[in-house]
DNA sequence: ACAGAAGCTTA
DNA sequence: GTAAGCTTCTGTT
């Protein structure tokens, strides 16, 4: 095993257990067989492996095995006699499961484990941590709480009965404890069916409260006498060597004299045949279908094999029964060569025997069948309509792609809509296209298709049903339009977060046209080859079925194909938690968000843009005048040819291409030696960006219905987790100048409502004090100080009290400065100063703060020694030129990764505060509604009445985001505020 | 009709 | 020095 391998280790006599009292109705086999706990745990180990049918384990496991208890007795019993005394015996049907389920695991080709002594708990403890010295990650199948001591960084559960994973987050959200704190709880709560029995009186709920009082057992039995509460001290106090042995029989051990190590765990690729011969015998009818679709058998030439069943007595003692052999299935053709090889190779796919080529397997599975667009079915009546429905329901997954008349999810009417459920099998079903030789009036609608109604009515089930998975890309999009048509998409799963949350940084993008050739090496059909480009285009709606089906189910097919290839490498990679916390679950709420809009003032906008106009005006005469002539003062190359050429004002630069720079920096140094002309100029481009940017431009953007204005946000566009808004961008609307912040007081509500705005203070500074554990920062922002002043105050020597408006400045550009990854000639061009300066500024910083150069020099190394850097929260950002020979590009992916942490940690947290937001403020009763999100700031639509509730629930969630996944130490601030406009509430 | 550069807006 | 998106101009297709 080396690092990057994932084992899986199968908690096997917890799960017959659990699955026999968890599976309600007796399923039993024609011959009276009982068989319910072995069909739950076939099903299980065929998901874990390779099914299709995804679960939210989402890994490809590289090594695997399953692991038993082997007798009720163990050393447990030499350390205190009454150990799991008071257990019954199994009940009458499940007996003869125990060996069934060796049978079935052997039959799975997985190792089967048990040792004498011991119990399953220590094994698995045992390999757990073999794979982590390894370095390795390992996953346990399990829901029990006694394995939740091994959760760790490498070490994560997941219940396979709740198709749930179980990571630290978890088990604090359950326990109440870190993991490590596991078995000092369970020292303290003891256990009844196990029979450990701790100290009484204390639940789980009083442990945790008292572990997180005291820190750990030790110390909470050592200063017992400090509690409080009467009964509970005394409890304690008199209890205290029963809580040590309790804690002594749950503490798993991890060092068993194991006979087999991890390298027998490698995963082999299932052999169909010998596989599908079990799943025969216990009429498995439908995996059976599906391992024979998955390997390529036919069930017929396999036949069912002879099964060992034990006799009841034998339960307890070593399983003898499953060391029988299994009859070996042969395949009819073969019957004259014995021996499992040779029946195997021929029967099954070429899936090899070594962990890498199981990979491959979804790979193979997602590529294998070639992409032909004109293989697909086009669906025109409802019963081939109710037949695709009810495959993706037997799939239990399909990837879906909605055709609609707009890019905009809030104009676009729906026209189709595309499904795939397997590799190449995909199908359009039209609803809404139009004749394309249609007059002026417009095509009628063709003949042939089933009305949009009909077709909703029977998609709706599928697309809302809970047990089949959705698939899309970019699936805020079609969320919105579903949405708008009553339907409410879920559960699904969006193949371009997956790539993001996989591969962002990276030099490829994450739309379908860059994941389909990097992937699948194919290259999709282009919208503009069916709907043909510029004048001579045609709405979608226009566009010829056949054509349109090519399309439409292409996308379809290559969605479901990524997605086959792309959701296990978010496991193998250890992203699932980012992907299922802070990608997934934003995007109904950012759907939710978009579809609201907020109000802008048409009329508001209209009576600013006639002033900016009139300013400008005013200008531009005044400039003529200057320069004498009447030139196009937008134009950079015009402006520069006559401030620098003609009329010679004095330090003028060029670009990158050979122009005169005219840039506001350079034209406002010319206005400070005392020219008239530059400030005119500098002046005039800022009335005219406001009026065509943003007073000109916003009303467009009024939805005609909602009379809102709804921006998109991209959740998968910027490198660093941040979200981007366009079409408008509402996350540049200005606000540094008291000419610019007009515009803001167009964005309003009615009178019986209120915008509020809540923002993050200094939040990437609180982040970089928590990350870099700059001990002066985290004790200035515990104060509530000026952290700028205080910056300065350490770097020179002056009173934080007396400190001059210049001096704070200075260090506040170097705070932000190395946010951004400080360069010297950076911050000398910020402050304008020499770069000697500036670079002594920042040597007198780093003396100051060492800790904030280590973790500049940290990250750099980090970086350049894996090619990526997270976030706190496990995010990943790739750098992929860090180790360029170019210095400056290299220089540049320095700077960069060094920013994403702290700007990618900060997304980050307002994701978890924007994810949480919703709930929270329902449970508070509270009508306020999320409608913007501005990087550190949320801005919320609320009745007046609600105000001063709204906002400290808003608070909360905004500064205990980071909780409990990561507990900062440094505390994070919300500013809010209320008003009618959004100017006022910031 | 589109693409890139320059410039300006935000956090 | 980080991260974005939009408008205008300009040159090319």
Redesign the pocket.
């Known amino acids: 095993m080396k690092k990057g391998d994932h084992l899986f280790l199968v908690d096997g006599s917890g799960y017959i257990f659990r699955a026999y009292h968890a599976l309600p109705p007796l399923t039993r086999k024609s011959d009276g067989l009982p068989v319910g706990a072995v069909s739950g745990f076939c099903n299980m180990l065929w998901k874990l492996m390779l099914d299709a049918r995804n679960t939210d384990v989402g890994i490809v496991p590289t090594h695997f095995a399953v692991i038993f208890d082997y007798s009720s007795k163990t050393f447990r019993n030499e350390l205190y006699p009454e150990y799991k005394a008071n257990r019954s015996a199994p009940p009458e049907d499940l007996i003869p499961q125990f060996g069934l389920i060796r049978q079935a695991t052997r039959a799975f080709n997985l190792p089967c484990v048990e040792m004498e002594g011991f119990e399953a708990d220590d094994l698995i403890a045992t390999y757990a941590r073999l794979a982590r010295e390894a370095g390795g990650d390992t996953t346990v199948i399990s829901s029990d709480k006694d394995l939740m001591q091994l959760v760790g960084a490498t070490v994560g559960m997941y219940d396979p009965m709740k198709d749930r994973q179980i990571g630290i987050p978890e088990v604090i959200e359950k326990w109440g404890v870190p993991p490590e704190k596991m078995v000092d709880l369970q020292a303290l709560t003891g256990d009844s069916v196990d029979n450990v029995p701790g100290v009484p009186g204390i639940g789980p709920k009083t442990a945790a409260q008292l572990l997180e009082q005291f820190g750990d057992l030790d110390t909470l039995l050592a200063r017992a006498g400090e509690i409080k509460q009467d009964k509970r001290r005394e409890s304690i106090i008199a209890n205290a060597e029963k809580a040590r042995i309790s804690r002594q029989l749950v503490t798993l051990k991890d060092d068993v004299p194991v006979s087999e190590g991890l390298d027998d765990f490698v995963l082999h690729a299932p052999d169909g045949p010998k596989l599908i011969g079990f799943l025969k015998t216990m009429e498995f009818t439908s995996l059976t279908r599906r391992v024979a679709e998955a390997t390529g058998t036919e069930v017929g030439d396999v036949q069912a094999v002879a099964v060992t069943v034990e006799r009841a007595d034998a339960a307890h003692g070593p399983d003898v029964g499953s060391g029988a052999a299994i009859v070996q299935p042969v395949s009819r053709s073969q019957t004259s060569e014995a021996g499992e090889t040779a029946a195997s190779g021929t029967a099954t796919t070429k899936v090899g025997d070594t962990p890498s080529l199981l990979s491959a397997f979804r790979l193979e599975r997602a590529t294998a069948a070639k992409i032909d667009t004109t293989a697909y079915h086009c669906i025109r009546d409802v019963a081939a309509l109710k037949a695709w429905v009810a495959e993706a329901r037997e799939a239990g997954l399909a990837a879906f792609d909605v055709r609609a008349t707009s890019s905009d999810p809030m104009q676009a009417e729906l026209i189709g809509l595309a499904i795939a459920t397997t590799p190449g099998r995909a199908a359009y079903i039209p609803f809404a296209h139009k004749s394309g030789n249609g007059d002026l009036l417009g095509g009628g609608v063709l003949e042939n298709q089933i009305p949009l109604r009909d077709a909703l009515a029977l998609l709706k089930p599928l697309l809302e049903d809970k047990s089949v998975l959705k698939i899309a890309q970019n699936l805020k999009y079609d969320l919105v339009i579903m949405s708008r048509y009553g339907i409410d998409v879920a559960p699904f799963d969006d193949t371009m977060l997956i790539s993001y949350v996989l591969d962002a940084g990276t030099h490829h993008g994450h739309g379908m046209d860059a994941l389909a050739e990097k992937w699948l090496g194919h290259t999709p059909l282009q919208l503009k080859d069916v709907t043909g480009?510029?004048?001579s285009s045609v709405g979608f709606d226009q566009v010829d079925i056949d054509k349109a089906t090519a399309h439409a189910a292409e996308d379809a097919d290559v969605t479901l194909r990524l997605w086959l290839v792309l959701k296990p490498r978010l496991a193998a990679k250890g992203l699932v938690s980012v992907y299922e916390r802070l990608e997934r679950p934003l995007v109904p709420v950012l759907a939710r968000m978009e579809q609201r809009g907020i109000s802008v003032d048409r009329q508001i906008l209209s009576r600013l843009s006639g002033e900016l106009a009139q300013g400008a005006a005013r200008l531009e005469e005044e400039i003529y005048q200057l320069i004498g002539e009447r030139i196009?003062i937008?134009?950079?190359?015009?402006l520069?040819d006559i401030l620098f050429g003609r009329m010679g004002l004095p330090g003028g630069s060029k670009?990158?291409?050979g122009?005169w720079?005219?840039?506001?920096q350079l034209l406002e140094d010319l206005a400070a030696e005392g020219h008239e002309l530059p400030r005119k100029i500098?002046d005039w481009?800022?009335l005219t960006?406001l009026k065509?940017?943003y007073t000109d431009?916003l009303p467009g953007f009024i939805h005609p219905d909602t009379k809102r204005v709804h921006t998109s946000y991209?959740l998968a566009?910027?490198?660093?987790g941040?979200l981007?808004?366009?079409?408008?961008?509402l996350?540049?609307?200005?606000?540094?100048?008291t000419e610019?912040r007009k515009i803001r007081t167009a964005f309003i509500t009615d009178r019986s409502h209120r915008l509020v705005s809540a923002d993050y203070s200094q939040i990437e500074l609180r982040v970089l004090a928590h990350v870099a554990e700059i001990p002066q920062l985290r004790q200035a922002f515990a104060d509530g100080a000026d952290i700028h002043a205080i910056t300065a105050s350490e770097m020179f020597n002056v009173p934080v009290e007396a400190m001059p408006s210049e001096i704070r400045r200075r260090a506040k550009?170097?705070n932000?400065?190395i946010i951004?990854?400080?360069?010297a000639?950076?911050?000398a061009?910020?402050l304008s100063i020499p770069r000697e300066e500036a670079s002594n500024y920042i040597k007198k910083y780093f003396e100051r703060f060492p800790g904030i150069r280590d973790y500049i020099e940290e990250t750099k190394a980090y970086a350049r020694e894996h090619g990526f850097v997270e976030t706190i929260f496990g995010r990943r950002i790739h750098y992929p030129d860090i180790r360029s020979s170019n210095p400056s590009l290299r220089a540049?992916n320095e700077?960069?990764s060094i920013?994403?942490r702290l700007?990618g940690t900060a997304a980050d947290i307002i994701r978890r505060a924007m994810i949480r937001m919703e709930e929270a403020l329902d449970k508070a009763g509270l009508s306020a509604r999320m409608l913007l999100q501005?990087?550190?700031?949320l801005i919320f639509e609320t009745v007046e009445a609600e105000v001063e509730a709204t906002i400290p629930v808003v608070r909360h969630v905004m500064e205990n985001a980071a909780m409990p996944a990561v507990s900062m130490s440094v505390p994070l601030h919300v500013d809010a505020r209320a008003a009618n406009n959004w100017d006022e509430a910031h």
Not at 724 to 729: A, F, I, L, T, Y
Not at 731 to 737: A, G, L
């Open positions: 480009s510029g004048k196009n937008g134009s950079p190359k015009q520069g670009t990158k291409t122009q720079s005219t840039s506001a500098v481009r800022q960006k065509s940017t431009a991209a566009a910027t490198t660093t941040r981007s808004s366009s079409d408008p961008n996350q540049n609307i200005p606000v540094r100048t610019g550009a170097i932000f400065g951004y990854g400080i360069s000639f950076g911050l061009n910020q540049f700077r960069a920013n994403a700007q501005v990087h550190d700031e």
